[in-house]
């Protein structure tokens, strides 16, 4: 396997302090850190759940948490580069949310986590997406391979993406790390060319460490080296510029759908020759 010692931005962690069930101390979520520099991880979205009633986190609780723990990174000089996001359990206000700025999307772009029930089909499931769509948003749906309920429902997902949605799968499942179903469906969405980002969805330093790279060499054995590569670097620094779909590389079974997906602003996109890194950490 050729892909080793290569950068990846993860889009989906959990790993700022005492906000959701992930890193529930400053301890941990240094030692998630290190661990996820380690393994070549260079961005991190720090995507705590928004879930109303057990988890009520915006932007509000979200943004100071972010900033506290960068400021303590800096300090330990771990290098690595925390972006705003959450991970937005699918419920009938996430919309308002959105419009209001209450829940935050990924490093403020158009694409934002959202997170489908883990064990009931979501009533008009297609619908709902479509409409986030139709609002300018494309969210990016959560691990759909470990859900319950995606045996009988795995088509949608592939509609929803064919409509704009992206589709996110955790890098565990890949490896087997979540079962034998997620593994399935994950190797599945793989195989029919539709997975957009691989992320790591870390909880902690043991039982769900943020460990990206081994899903991603797991990856490339289906789909190949640049496919995976997409998945971890291309794609995700296209979301954190807010570049328009279209301007990113697209996966295999939506070459033809991009260019009709409905766009929310190409203001963004005009500053698209800027370096990333420039933009991020104010120098080239």
């Not at 992320?199 to 039982?207: M, P, V």
Request: net charge negative.
């Amino acid at each position: 396997m050729v892909l080793q010692n290569f950068s990846m931005i993860d889009l989906h962690s959990h790993t700022l302090p005492a906000l959701c069930d992930g890193s529930q101390d400053l301890e941990t979520s240094l030692a998630m850190a290190r661990m996820a520099v380690a393994d070549g991880i260079t961005h991190l979205a720090c995507t705590p759940h928004i879930y109303p009633g057990l988890y009520d986190n915006s932007a509000a609780t979200i943004a100071p948490a972010l900033e506290a723990l960068q400021a303590q990174l800096d300090l330990a000089q771990i290098p690595l580069k925390l972006l705003i996001g959450a991970d937005t359990h699918m419920v009938p206000d996430v919309m308002r949310g959105l419009k209001t700025g209450r829940i935050p999307t990924l490093n403020h772009s158009r694409y934002f986590l959202l997170e489908p029930s883990h064990h009931v089909p979501v009533n008009d499931f297609i619908g709902q997406v479509e409409n986030y769509i139709h609002a300018g948003y494309i969210p990016l749906i959560t691990h759909p391979e470990r859900l319950t309920w995606i045996g009988e429902h795995y088509e949608e997902f592939l509609t929803v993406a064919r409509l704009g949605a992206w589709i996110q799968i955790t890098a565990g499942s890949i490896t087997g790390q979540f079962g034998r179903s997620a593994k399935k469906f994950a190797e599945q969405f793989l195989r029919d060319g539709y997975v957009h980002i691989i992320a790591t969805d870390a909880h902690g330093i043991d039982r769900r460490p943020p460990i990206l790279s081994e899903g991603v060499k797991a990856a490339a054995l289906i789909v190949g080296e640049q496919e995976a590569r997409y998945c971890v670097w291309e794609r995700p620094q296209a979301i954190l510029e807010n570049l328009a779909p279209h301007l990113v590389p697209t996966i295999p079974a939506l070459q033809a759908n991009t260019s009709k997906t409905p766009l929310r602003s190409a203001a963004n996109d005009a500053n698209r020759q800027k370096s990333f890194l420039q933009r991020l950490f104010g120098r080239s």
